[in-house]
C-alpha cells in the first residue's frame, strides 16, 4: 500500500521573534506543515510549534532552491525589524520561485510624554551622541556592539542570551547573561543597579522588548533611539 500523501500546506516562517513563534503556533493548530528558520545565533532556542530549522540559506539563490527542494507554498517574513538581509533575499527568493511572501509588520515605538529620545539613524551616530562619562547600557545584539568600542570615556553594560566566544572589545565594561524582561519594574531595577545613564537601542518595535523604554522614561534617563531604514 502506497504510503498516505501529505496534503497540508508548506510555509516556511524566517523567525527568531516572538510574533513568529505566535504565528507558527497558529498555523500548526490550522493544520499547516510549518517550518521555522532561525539564523543561529542563540544556542538554545526556545521551543517552537512546527518543525525548526537552523543557519542560513546562502542568500537569495539558496533560499529560492530551499523553497523548490521542499515544496513551500508561502514564505512569513517575521525577523527582526532591522534583518535587512535576509528581509531582502526572501523578496527576491520568493519572486524567483513564484510563491507568496508575507511580512507582517511589527509597529515602531512612538514617543510618550515623559520620554528623553535621542534619535539618531545609524550605530555610529549612536555612539557619537554618547556624552563622556556615561554608563551606557547597550540593548543590542552582539554583531552590533562595535560601533562603541572605540568610546574608551564611557562605561558600557552588555546584555547578552549567551556568553561571548571572547571578550568584547571595550575599554570598561560588565557583561550581564540573560534575556530582556517585559516588566518595566525588572528593567528599572538593573538600571539602578549599574547606574544606569543612557540607554542605547533599536526602534525595533514590540512588547518584549518595551520594558526598558518605560524604565527609562521612569528613571528619566535619555534613550539613543536608533530608527529604521526607510
Sequence with gaps: ???????REKVLILGGTAEAATIARRLVEAGADVVTSLAGRTSNPAPLPGRIRIGGFGGAEGLARYIAENGIAKVIDATHPFANRISQNARLA??????????????????????????????????????????????????????????????????????????LGFADYDLILGK???????????????????????????????????????????????????
Design 180 to 230: 530582556p524582561s517585559a516588566d518595566p519594574e525588572e528593567e528599572a531595577d538593573l538600571f539602578r543597579a549599574h547606574r544606569i545613564t543612557h540607554l542605547v537601542c533599536r526602534n525595533s518595535g514590540g512588547e518584549a522588548g518595551y520594558g526598558k523604554i518605560v524604565a527609562a522614561r521612569k528613571l528619566e534617563l535619555p534613550v539613543v533611539m536608533v530608527g529604521r531604514a526607510a
Design 1 to 7: 500500500m502506497a504510503a498516505p500523501v501529505d496534503r
Design 94 to 167: 520568493c519572486a524567483m520561485a513564484g510563491i507568496p511572501l508575507e511580512r507582517p509588520e511589527r509597529p515602531a515605538w512612538e514617543r510618550q510624554p515623559g520620554d528623553d529620545w535621542i534619535e539618531v539613524e545609524s550605530l555610529d551616530e549612536a555612539a557619537a551622541a554618547l556624552p563622556a562619562g556615561a554608563r551606557v547600557f547597550l540593548a543590542l545584539g552582539r554583531q552590533h556592539l562595535a560601533a562603541f568600542e572605540s568610546r574608551t570615556d564611557c562605561h558600557f553594560v552588555v546584555r547578552m542570551v549567551d556568553p561571548p566566544e571572547k571578550p
